[in-house]
């Protein structure tokens, strides 16, 4: 197995499968409320085979080259992970999404995470926009879009039915060569 370092904090990215459904409910159930606040992951997975379902929806999603989903390990614990919720290389299209335990928030893992997903897309498979949806609600999640720099591309209002109510969801996304720049410029 690989991990990929998100720096000095010994924080981890690594792929999240099947085999790492015991590990991945005992995070959910850890942080369920918090992380069901404004997304469903935390009901999709209710028990050990529910989550082993969603890893294998995402090993599916990876091996027909349409998805792929990323642990983040802070202290050898899972406390999140990131997304390629979609992937369409032939469209140059992906969206990235994110979730955190309430212990790890303000360590920055979901930004540095999310650029290292963003780089190999941009970088190592070509494509040309990154999209980022998140409840206008989720105040966590856009900021975490305009730290990567993201635009906002709209306001999609009323459109998710999420627990009996209706939520306005925000559409942000970057560019490719806006990307590359911003990247260029911070070093």
């Not at 904090?9 to 918090?34: F, V």
């Not at 390990?73 to 335990?101: S, Y």
């Not at 540095?112 to 494509?127: K, N, Q, S």
Request: proline share 2%.
């Amino acid at each position: 197995m690989f991990a990929i370092s998100l720096g000095d904090d010994g924080a981890e990215l690594r792929p999240l499968e099947p085999w790492n459904a015991e590990e991945y409910l005992a995070h959910i159930d850890r942080s369920r409320e918090h992380i069901g606040r404004h997304i469903a992951l935390a009901d999709r997975a209710v028990d050990l085979a529910s989550a082993t379902a969603f890893l294998q929806l995402y090993a599916e999603k990876k091996a027909s080259d349409s998805g792929r989903i990323y642990g983040i390990w802070a202290d050898g614990t899972l406390v999140g992970g990131v997304l390629f919720r979609t992937f369409d290389a032939g469209a140059g299209t992906c969206e990235v999404g994110c979730w955190l335990e309430e212990s790890a928030v303000g360590r920055g893992l979901v930004t540095r995470a999310i650029r290292v997903l963003i780089d190999w897309a941009v970088d190592g498979r070509g494509i040309h926009r990154v999209e980022w949806m998140a409840a206008s609600a989720n105040t966590a999640s856009i900021n975490v879009a305009k730290r990567l720099g993201m635009v906002r591309d709209a306001v999609l209002r009323e459109s998710v039915l999420y627990r009996g109510v209706r939520h306005d969801m925000e559409l942000w996304s970057v560019l490719a060569p806006a990307w590359r720049e911003r990247r260029e410029a911070a070093r």
